[in-house]
């Protein structure tokens, strides 16, 4: 059974750091590409990262660039995303994904139950 795992959130202020975590478990982890996406109240869903679990290759969005970074630990079946410099437009429930590479960080199949990141001003 695939399963991912997010864990991580919670409230901070803004300018502080968070980082999540998404537990991947039921595939192969170098065959995926992990994403992180974003969902404000309101708004449509936003990706923010990925990281391909081949190489190692990373995305982000502009919105994030320079403050979040995406590393993941293939012994762990493990991927982060370290988040600095927060902003309260960052608060959101945060996802990670995860969709056979040879799509690259095109189409995902699988989803986890997010976790709330809040930024206080």
């Known amino acids: 059974e695939v399963q991912l795992v997010e864990s991580g959130g919670g409230l901070v202020q803004a300018g502080g750091s968070l980082r999540l975590s998404c537990a991947a478990s039921?595939?192969?982890?170098?065959?995926?590409?992990i994403g992180w996406f974003r969902q404000a109240p309101g708004k449509e869903r936003e990706g923010v990262s990925c990281?391909?679990?081949?190489?190692?290759?990373?995305l982000y969005a502009d919105s994030v660039k320079g403050r979040f970074t995406i590393s993941s630990d293939n012994v762990k079946n493990t991927v982060y995303l370290q988040m600095n410099s927060l902003k309260p437009e960052d608060t959101a429930v945060y996802y990670c994904?995860?969709?056979?590479?040879?799509?690259?960080?095109?189409?995902?199949?699988?989803w986890g139950q997010g976790t709330q990141v809040t930024v206080s001003s």
């Open positions: 990281i391909t679990g081949s190489d190692g290759s990373t």
């Open positions: 994904a995860a969709g056979d590479s040879v799509y690259g960080c095109s189409l995902y199949d699988y």
């Open positions: 039921g595939f192969t982890f170098d065959d995926h590409a």
